[in-house]
Every structure is written in structure tokens, then in C-alpha cells.
Nanobody
Framework: QLQASGGGLVQAGASLRLSCAAS????????MGWFRQPPGKEREFVSS????????YYTNFVKGRFTISRDNAKNMVYLQMNSLKPEDTAAYYC????????????????WGQGTLVTVSS
């Protein structure tokens, strides 16, 4: 089970930190990812991190602004979002992926509910 939190309404330029709590004893084995779905658009990849945190992926439009991290001792994954833009407005989802690194949504089999991020201009 995955539980995302931390969304909210902020102004452009602000920061938010999303959190995702995962259940299960094998959390550290899996790549974890963040995806988002802007209003009226399809879900898209944002970032992922391997179980060991050795590899991270970011989509181009968040590179340099967002940072993914995880704490395997707490079964948590985070997305620090800085310099938010109105186009970052979306429902953000955390998901559990494979044991290898991936950025493909089809590789992520377990999804949490979304947390809504709204960035006003």
C-alpha cells in the first residue's frame, strides 16, 4: 500500500515536499517513482529512484528543480519540489516499480492515491 501526502496550493516559485509511505518488508528492493497527471492530460513520469538510491531519473522539465530521495528504514520516498511553476499543477502519484531502474509507467505495478499540487501564477 502506498500513501502520498504533502500536496497543496502554493504560489509560483514556492517549494513543496511530497511524501509517500509504503507498507511491506521488501521496500528497499524496489525502484520507487513519482508520476503526475495535469488536469485534462495523461499521466506522465516525473522521477524515480532505485532501491539503493544509487540511480535516479528525472524528466527534463523538472531537472534541477525537483529532487527524489528515499529512506528505506522508514519505508518512505520523497519528492522535494522547488521553484514550482503553474505548469507543475497536477495530481502527483507515487508508485512502486521493478527491482531494476526504470522510468516507464508500465514497469510500475503498485500505485498510491494522488496528492494534488496546485501552483498559482
Amino acid at each position: 500500500q502506498l500513501q502520498a501526502s504533502g500536496g497543496g496550493l502554493v504560489q509560483a516559485g514556492a517549494s513543496l515536499r511530497l511524501s509517500c509511505a509504503a507498507s511491506g518488508r521488501t521496500f528497499s528492493n524496489y525502484t520507487m517513482g513519482w508520476f503526475r497527471q495535469p488536469p485534462g492530460k495523461e499521466r506522465e513520469f516525473v522521477s524515480s529512484i532505485t532501491g539503493s538510491s544509487l540511480s535516479t531519473y528525472y524528466t527534463n522539465f523538472v531537472k534541477g528543480r525537483f529532487t527524489i530521495s528515499r529512506d528505506n528504514a522508514k519505508n518512505m520516498v520523497y519528492l522535494q519540489m522547488n521553484s514550482l511553476k503553474p505548469e507543475d499543477t497536477a495530481a502527483y502519484y507515487c508508485a512502486r516499480g521493478p527491482i531494476y531502474r526504470s522510468s516507464r509507467a508500465s514497469d510500475f505495478g503498485f500505485w498510491g492515491q494522488g496528492t494534488l499540487v496546485t501552483v498559482s501564477s
